[in-house]
């Protein structure tokens, strides 16, 4: 209690709870001497303070990853190889990894006032729920209500990416390919429920418990967006294309495919592996067009930051001339 | 013959050879079907043509690195996993790597000239000579040059990360510890030859043949800088001990130790790993100092960006009260 006390001063987190109890007691049942701390940025400044109360608390010494953390797809490899427990914070396990344990942040915000809301804005009766890792854990909670108020619900099981039933990643829709009307998301930010979005076809409502907000997805803006992108990569004559140095994010067998029906089509196209895709990064690379198979999330959150366009796998098949236009798709990582 | 000049129009680097066709006969040589190619920022921009290159004679497949790469401690660990053969360009080896191929980039530049000018701003007879990668090779016709001039000429032997006698690194000055008055460095950049300086205790003449300038090192600036500096952190009570995950960057026993010595001084610290050290990931923690056990290079030229002061193992010593502050030094990676 403590804990969660002092991160929400720190963080103005209250709504969420990092479990350092556990975190202590695992180390204490294993009699740990090396411990990795992997926090997503949002939490890094909590990562000081967890340190110094396991430090202080089991006399182990610990490690704090100071790179960038963007899901469970990124663990720090350095670091789980040099400590006996890594502590990976924020993110449900995508596959085990062995000391790897998955610390996730839950939220305890209260959903039932955007549920009402988000009940007013529907129009179909048969709903699918969604969520993200720290709300998924309420999706129960929310069936019932809208069970309640007359809805059907459907809470989709994803494929062996995803841990929880209705969870979904910003690279895997899996657990929303159920037979629903519209969807309600609930959770924080557009690019998940975008995702839904396009992978289903259907109407997505956003309930952000957080904010306390409630909308509807416009997945329009972004398909226009995603076509003046394409649009402009017609006239490439030259390709990147990014494959991910995250073990959980690489797909090496996808763009070797891409490059041989580049080769195929007579365009030029470089394999290039990276880390974190940044603008300066791709600069050193006089190419006119970039296909990215790493985190989907790039290519669409961060396209407005690449001079240099930037496509999806499918979209890249799009201007091969080998998907037709209407089959636009949102890239998924499938488990 | 053909490459050399492609490239030298590319980068206005006319004087530099990338010795492509050594590549491609290892390649046949080998049979080898997958090849990474890793090149300095610098030269990232041939790196498309050499990859085309390769393909196109070899009919391998190329992946390149996107990931920045700062000395041959900075060996890209994906492709060197992921391919048959890793082509590390402009840097020569520091430890021998499995299936890691460090092609050096040679200057064919004119040294006499400025050798000239060095010889006028001499002012002892016994001259250590000293170069970069991109030089070393001419070591031997700048000494016959000096013993011609009436110079004696001392080339030393380092350490077991420095390939060739008289070679620097940003972070290994051992090639410098010879019975010299004075030392000749022949190369770019004030980096080198400021370690030298500050290694030995000697004057340092840089005799760069790119912008064919000759001038004195100047010590006295530096060290007044990281007295400053050293002299803000006296107030710190937190810090935070980066570790570098380039595993030929890694300290972790210098910077285990480091934190012992800070613990017995009443003093929280906190050991970050970290593959790129920039000022925005660093901003994550709130720490009154930082220690870097990485590159020391990161130290020193990046001072000016870091708004937490940022210290030198040797310096953090000097703050902790276990240094005199005149034997501040260079810091280094002993091979």
New interface residues.
Partial sequence: MFLRAMLSSANSMSKFDLDIDKVVSIIEERCAKKIGLQLP?GL??S??KI??KIEDLTGA????????CYGACDV?E??QR?VDILFHFGHAEIKPIDNVIFIEVRSYANIISVLEHAIKMSRGSRIGLVSNTQHVHKLDDAREYLLQHGKDCFIGKGDSRVKYDGQILGCNFSAARVDADEFIYIGSGNFHPLGVALATSKRVIIADPISNEVREIDSETYLRQRYAIIAKALHAK?F?I??S?KSAQTR?ELA?KL?EKAFRNGL?T????????TPD??S????DAFVNTACPRITIDDAALFKTPMLTPAEFEIVLGERDWSRIKFDEIIG
Avoid: C, P, Q
Wanted: net charge neutral.
């Fill in positions: 940025s890094s400044r990562a000081l340190a110094k010494t610990v490690l704090i990853s100071g790179n960038h720090d350095f670091l040099e030259t990147g990014i494959v140095t090496m070797m490059k030029e470089h394999l290039i592996s990276m880390d974190e895709i990064k791709l050193l690379f006089k190419l």
